[in-house]
């Protein structure tokens, strides 16, 4: 037998079927140590196929083409890579909405829908949804909670700020293609250049502590725009300046509600609180984590 055939290594087969596709992908990620690996190798797999979840099963017995293998391998590569699913498929919903991502936005996370979940109830405690409001949402990024208020508050009208302009085109490009005509967007820092009143104010602000960054799971860390997550030395920089400019800024019975970190109800509900604003307890999001503050003008 001739040293090179000796020597020579199996060749690993490509899998022949979406099926096969389906359930390597899903080894892969699982074997990196990814969260939900079938629920990513799905999604994954039908957004290279261009099918929907019914068609990608309908299909699971046929032969993909050479083409469709080689942009299946691209995508796993970038999932291997950590990089979000979200910003492989430049889209993610939220609050039923599905919202373009760019790499200026936060991707939106389920937790949250505690805040837009928190404002409406704090509005439904002070009268009907159909009544005209006027809402503004701080460091708006995609314009998720901004849209998510407003496809449920069909007579409100709001603004969206934030200091990325790259930002603002990727929130104003959702808000038109879904339809809102009622939101405006405006480059400034925070409400810098915002008057009132409003009858409600939103954020999810950055509050992770600066430190604590390089901890976070790489999908966040790498992925996500730094500005939308330093939150300073303690996390808590832009509440403070919240608690400095919005009290000013909210109407009778004006609502401020926000997303914060774990741990940090105490602190935030003190801020706010000194600021002059009534503050309930926390909201917590589905995990029992609490998550939402709102307080509001006396």
Same mark, same amino acid.
């Given at each position: 037998m001739p040293p090179s055939a000796a020597a020579a290594p199996a060749r690993e087969t !490509?899998? +022949? #079927?979406?099926? /096969?596709? +389906? +359930?390597?992908l899903a080894t892969q990620l699982r074997g990196a140590g990814i969260e939900a690996p079938e629920l990513d190798a799905r999604i994954l797999i039908g957004h290279a196929l261009g099918v929907d979840r019914a068609a990608l099963a309908a $299909? !699971? !017995?046929? +032969?993909? #083409?050479? $083409? /469709?293998? #080689? #942009?299946i391998a691209a995508l796993a590569r970038r999932r291997l890579g950590r990089e979000p699913v979200a910003r492989i498929l430049g889209v993610k919903e939220f609050w039923s909405l599905p919202l373009r991502l760019t790499a200026a936005t936060l991707v939106p996370r389920p937790e949250t829908e505690t805040v837009v979940e928190a404002a409406l109830a704090a509005v439904d405690a002070r009268g009907p949804r159909t009544r005209p409001l006027r809402l503004a949402d701080l460091g708006t990024g995609s314009g998720a909670l901004l849209l998510a208020l407003l496809s449920e508050l069909k007579n409100a009208s709001g603004v969206g700020t934030d200091i990325a302009f790259d930002a603002l085109v990727a929130a104003r490009d959702n808000a038109r293609r879904l339809g809102f005509r009622c939101a405006a967007f405006v480059a400034c820092d925070l409400a810098a250049a915002l008057k009132g009143p409003f009858d409600l104010i939103v954020a999810n602000p950055p509050y992770i502590a600066s430190a604590d960054i390089e901890r976070l799971a790489p999908e966040v860390r790498d992925h996500d725009p730094r500005a939308a997550l330093d939150g300073g030395p303690d996390g808590l920089d832009v509440y403070r300046l919240m608690a400095a400019t919005v009290p000013a800024l909210l109407g009778p019975q004006g609502v401020l509600a926000v997303e914060i970190g774990a741990g940090q109800a105490a602190a935030v509900g003190g801020l706010f609180a000194a600021a002059g604003l009534a503050t309930a307890p926390p909201r917590p999001d589905l995990n029992g984590i609490p998550r939402a503050i709102v307080a509001t003008a006396s």
């Open positions: !490509a899998p +022949r #079927t979406v099926a /096969e596709a +389906r +359930r390597a $299909a !699971a !017995a046929r +032969r993909l #083409t050479s $083409a /469709e293998q #080689t #942009t």
